[in-house]
C-alpha cells in the first residue's frame, strides 16, 4: 500500500496516509539538543556494546520510578530500536524444532522474528469482543511439551487492545507452568488512555509468579524518536549476556548520539509526551466514532497505541467496478484506488476481517480520510 501510495503522491495526487507507524510529532527539543551537545561534546564513538552505562542506569532508574521494576545495569541491553531487541533475543533462545506462541492479530513482525531464530511461530486466536486478550481455549489446545516461549505485545499494534491484570497473571502463570520465556514488548507502554499501564514483570513479581520475562522497550513512540533507533531488553543477565554477545557481532552497539539523547528522554521533562498523549486520546476518540458512523463498519475502542481496527468483514465478497472484494488486500487497495486513502489491510496481520488505521495524523487528515472512503463504501454492491 505504502509503495502504490508513494508512486499516487510523485504523481501529484492528493493521498491521505492512515497507515503510518510512527508519531507525527517531531522529537521533543530538549531531546534533540541532548543530541546536539553529544555530537559538539565527542560522542560519536562506539559505545559499549550493551550499552552506554550512564544510558543503561537511566534505563533503571526510569524502570524502577516508572516501572516498580528493580534492575541493575547487568540487567539491561541497549538495541538499535527494539525491534533489534526482539529479534536478538528470539535469536538467543529458539531454534529449530522450537515453537513460539504468537497471539493474533499480531504485530506482522513477530511471527517472522521467531522464523528467523528457525524457530516456529504457533498462532492463538484473541478476543476482540474482551481488548483481545488470549482465547486462553484456544492456547489450551495448542500447548505442546514444543513450545519453548511467547509473545505479548499490550498495547498492541495492531489492535490497540490492552489487556488486563487478570489476563496477564493467567498466561504468566502459564509461562510459569511450562517453563516458557515471556517476551513482553512494551514499545506503547506510555500511550494509555483509560487506565494505568502496569509492566507485566511488576506484576510477575508482585503476585511472586517467578515466570521468566524479558521485557523489551523503545524511545520510538514514547519521545517521537523512530529515527533515532533506541530501543533496550531487561531481564534475567544469562539472557540479557546472550542477547549481548549476538548484537556485538551483529551491530557492535546502539548509536551514540541517541543513546545521549535517551538519557535526557527518559530523566528529562515528560510534558511533551503527556501533550502528545492527550492529543492521541482526542484522535481516537474522534476516529472511533466517525468509523461506527460508517455503514456496516464497527469498531471497538482502542485503549492504547495509536491504531484503530475496525471491522470491514461487511463489504468481504461484495462487488465494486465489476471487481471482487475477496479479502481485505482487495478492500484497502480499493480504498486507496478510489477515495486516495491508504489503509493497512488486517489480513497483513493475521485478521481477514479488519482494517488498521492510524490516529498518528491530525484531525483534519482524519476527518477528510474517513469522509472520502464513507463515499467509496457506497458504491460497494
Ligand atoms: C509492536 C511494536 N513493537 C516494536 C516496534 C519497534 O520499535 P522500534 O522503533 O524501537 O524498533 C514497533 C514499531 O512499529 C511496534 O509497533
Redesign the pocket.
Given at each position: 500500500m505504502a509503495t502504490i501510495a508513494a508512486e499516487m503522491k510523485s504523481k501529484g495526487i492528493d493521498v491521505i496516509n492512515l497507515s503510518v507507524?510512527?508519531p507525527d510529532f517531531n522529537t521533543p527539543v530538549n531531546i534533540i539538543n541532548a543530541g546536539k551537545t553529544a555530537m559538539d561534546e565527542g560522542y560519536t564513538k562506539y559505545t559499549a556494546g550493551p550499552g552506554m552505562i550512564e544510558f543503561r542506569d537511566a534505563i533503571c532508574e526510569k524502570l524502577k520510578r516508572e516501572n516498580g521494576i528493580d534492575y541493575d545495569r547487568s540487567n539491561i541491553l541497549v538495541s538499535n530500536?527494539?525491534?533489534?531487541s526482539?529479534s536478538t533475543v528470539c535469536q538467543a533462545l529458539f531454534e529449530e524444532g522450537d515453537e513460539v506462541v504468537v497471539f493474533r492479530p499480531y504485530?506482522v513482525?513477530f511471527p517472522e522474528f521467531v522464523r528467523l531464530a528457525n524457530a516456529e511461530p504457533i498462532i492463538v486466536n484473541t478476543l476482540e469482543e474482551q481488548n483481545y486478550e488470549p482465547d486462553f481455549d484456544d492456547l489450551k489446545i495448542k500447548t505442546s511439551e514444543k513450545i519453548k516461549g511467547v509473545i505479548i505485545?499490550s498495547p498492541?499494534?495492531p489492535t490497540g487492545g490492552v489487556w488486563s491484570e487478570e489476563a496477564i497473571k493467567n498466561i504468566l502463570n502459564i509461562a510459569k507452568k511450562n517453563n516458557w520465556v515471556l517476551i513482553s514488548?512494551e514499545?506503547?507502554e506510555k500511550i494509555v488512555y483509560d487506565r494505568d499501564f502496569i509492566s507485566i514483570e511488576k506484576i510477575n513479581r508482585d503476585n511472586n509468579i517467578n515466570a521468566t520475562v524479558i521485557t523489551?522497550m523503545?524511545?520510538?513512540?514514547t519521545y517521537a524518536m523512530?529515527g533515532w533507533?533506541?530501543?533496550y531488553a531487561s531481564g534475567p543477565i544469562d539472557i540479557i549476556k546472550a542477547m549481548s554477545k549476538i548484537q556485538g557481532q551483529a551491530t557492535s552497539c546502539a548509536n551514540s548520539i541517541g543513546q545521549k539523547a535517551g538519557i535526557e528522554a527518559l530523566l528529562g521533562n515528560q510534558e511533551h509526551t503527556n501533550k502528545m498523549i492527550l492529543e492521541y486520546k482526542k484522535r481516537r476518540d474522534l476516529i472511533v466514532a466517525l468509523l461506527n458512523h460508517l455503514s456496516g463498519v464497527t469498531c471497538v475502542t482502542p485503549k492504547g497505541a495509536f491504531y484503530a481496527f475496525p471491522d470491514f468483514s461487511h463489504y468481504l465478497n461484495k462487488y465494486v467496478d465489476g471487481k471482487l472484494l475477496k479479502d481485505t488486500f482487495a478492500i484497502s487497495e480499493y480504498i486507496l484506488e478510489y477515495a486516495k486513502v491508504v489503509t493497512v489491510p488486517g489480513d497483513g496481520f493475521g485478521s481477514p476481517k479488519h482494517l488498521r488505521f492510524s490516529y498518528a495524523t491530525n484531525k483534519k487528515t482524519i476527518k477528510e480520510g474517513i469522509k472520502r472512503i464513507e463515499k467509496a463504501l457506497k458504491r460497494i454492491i
Open positions: 507507524g510512527e530500536g527494539e525491534k533489534q526482539l504485530w513482525s505485545n498492541s499494534n514488548d514499545c506503547y523489551c523503545s524511545l520510538s513512540k523512530t533507533r533506541i530501543g
